[in-house]
């Protein structure tokens, strides 16, 4: 009889599964074979895997904005209620942008319709102090990847402010990737 190794076997490595294309709209089943929670940030062993939005359309406590051009988001972080913190998931945007990993993003478009809107790269992050939200958000700047089809529009475009959905902001500390 062979001798039995004394480390534990490891689990089969799970593939990623593959976003759909942009063009069509998808239902939650789809969504979830990427994105298994319906918690807005997806993680998986403190990587970042894939998030969800609806850019403050139906939950305005995630007051998420595209930028005009549809290249650049500003992502809330995760926490509902009070001061956001470094929960898990805010934990895995912070080393995403260390990483440099692209990840899907969702927006829900309606209850059972969702959209992906490519693959997004988070560059930059803040924790500031909202006035609107009277609380302290983990605010992530996310960077569309080159060759993603779809354009997020900004709500600028049908005559919004950007500032007033952000909120006015004091104090913040920043982290940026170091290229």
Known sequence: MPARSPFKKRAPRREPVRPPPASRVLTWAEVNRTHPIHNGVYQRGGRLVSLLTDFGRLNPCYPDEPA??????????????????????????????????????????????????????????????????????????????????????SSTHEGGSAKTKAGSFRRKATFERRV
């Open 68 to 153: 005009p051009d549809g290249e650049t988001v500003c992502y809330t972080g995760e926490g509902r209620r009070g001061d956001q913190h470094l929960s898990p998931g805010n934990l895995a945007l912070l080393a995403a942008i260390e990483s440099g990993h692209a990840v899907p993003l969702f927006n829900k478009l309606g209850v059972g319709r969702w959209q992906h809107t490519g693959l997004w790269r988070v560059v930059h992050a803040e924790h500031r102090f909202d006035e609107r939200e009277r609380r302290m958000l983990w605010r992530f700047t996310l960077k569309r990847v080159p060759g993603s089809k779809f354009q997020v529009r």
